[in-house]
């Protein structure tokens, strides 16, 4: 059997490039980070570039596929300089043709929004800045442990806005202790600011972090279901109005503000990833670096690989997790372009998940057209792992 989609595989044109380094780690954070290490951001570089290298395409290929969008995430990727911005900057356009027009976003905590700050992100070319804001509300910030406060925040906002323009936000419901009226005054902040994009995320206790090994102290409570959906239909109230469209389940956007970075993930069209922990989708191929920065700085400097895991996915599984992200997008996902793109007939091997799915009045299924309906909108891990699970 081929393992070949008809059209082969999507040649990426993005790239996420994980900058590990923070200030300190928030007791919540359980992302590939390295808090207090700063001492090793030349060697991070060094590293980078040799992964860089080792990526770009041949001098033949070079101008075929510019760089649509890129993703400077962590960590904190302004707790480099501008000098190491540049450098950093580089080494991508060594490596990569971009597009004039590319999307290029660039990660920040409030606390390091400075002029300088904004010089050096537009000196390199960002013109999306995604800012770790995750609340307003001072007992939820010290509780989350950020380092910012309810002013730090609006003036990292403004300022971003005023130089850049493109402002993203990200905003976590359901922390310990938190009330509906505690969120929806940061909802309702949020709305009045000048961002033109905003993620929700509810807080999860990951193994490893100390927010889960003080819930198993008794010392934090988790927020129960309920709230949690009241927290999220909160958002879609929010924003659902004056403009906003809410796109994907976590995220909301004004008009033509969408992510063109996560909506290149959505829609399986590959990506390179760069940096400790990241993980790339290239060729049918997920591969996904080492999570630690010190075993990654070794193994890219010592051998120009920090690859950790690696996985060939079948046809089958592309499909299904082209339907599992596209019905995560709320315009739905059209069946029959999956179809032609990987010849995996869905609606056959997934025939009773998609009558189930339906009988649960999560999803519509009409004319090929799978998409979520507002009960599934709550439920839609439910949804993705249905459509990703292997047939009894
Ligand atoms: S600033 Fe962000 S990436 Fe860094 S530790 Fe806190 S949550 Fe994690």
């Not at 902040?189 to 972090?209: D, N, R």
């Not at 997920?286 to 070794?298: A, D, G, M, P, Q």
């Not at 059209?334 to 997934?350: A, F, G, M, Q």
């Amino acid at each position: 059997m081929t393992c070949v989609p008809p059209g082969g595989w999507p040649q990426p044109q993005s790239l996420y490039v994980h900058v590990p380094f923070c200030r300190h780690r928030c007791g919540y954070c359980n992302f590939s980070v390295i808090a207090g290490r700063d001492e090793l951001q030349d060697q991070y570089l060094d590293a980078i570039e040799r992964e860089l290298t080792g990526i770009s395409p041949s001098d033949t290929h070079r101008n075929e596929l510019p760089l649509q969008t890129i993703f400077l995430g962590g960590g904190t990727p302004t707790r480099l300089s501008a000098a190491r911005l540049q450098r950093l900057h580089r080494a991508i356009a060594d490596a990569f043709p971009i597009a004039d027009d590319a999307e290029i976003t660039a990660e920040a905590n409030p606390e390091d929004i400075t002029p300088e700050c904004l010089d050096a992100l537009q000196a390199i070319g960002v013109n999306r800045i995604s800012l770790g804001i995750q609340s307003f509300d001072a007992d939820k910030l010290q509780c989350l442990e950020r380092g910012h406060d309810q002013d730090t925040a609006f003036a990292a906002i403004e300022a971003a806005h005023q130089q850049v323009g493109n402002v993203s936000i990200d905003l976590i419901f359901g922390a310990p202790d938190e009330s509906l009226a505690t969120w929806q005054n940061d909802l309702s902040l949020a709305a009045s600011s000048s961002i033109s994009h905003v993620s929700t995320y509810a807080l999860t206790f990951e193994k490893g972090t100390s927010f889960w090994s003080r819930r198993s102290r008794g010392d934090l409570s988790e927020a129960d279901e309920t709230l949690e959906l009241q927290m999220y239909e909160a958002a879609q109230q929010q924003f659902s109005t004056d403009g906003w469209q809410q796109y994907e389940i976590s995220s909301f956007a004004r008009e033509s503000f969408r992510c063109r970075h996560n909506l290149a993930y959505w829609a399986g069209r590959g990506w390179h990833a760069v940096g400790p922990g990241a993980a790339r989708f290239v060729d049918g191929r997920r591969e996904v670096n080492h999570r630690s920065t010190t075993t990654y700085l070794k193994r890219m400097l010592a051998s120009g690989s920090a690859t950790d895991e690696t996985e060939t996915i079948t046809l089958e599984q592309y499909a299904r997790e082209l339907a599992a992200f596209g019905v995560r997008q709320l315009d739905g996902i059209d069946l029959s372009t999956i179809h032609d793109r990987t010849s995996i007939d869905l609606e056959t091997s997934l025939a009773e998940t998609l009558t189930k799915l339906q009988s649960m009045a999560l999803v519509t299924h009409d004319n090929h057209h799978l998409q979520l309906t507002r009960r599934g909108i709550l439920f839609a891990d439910t949804v993705a792992t249905a459509l990703l699970s292997e047939p009894e």
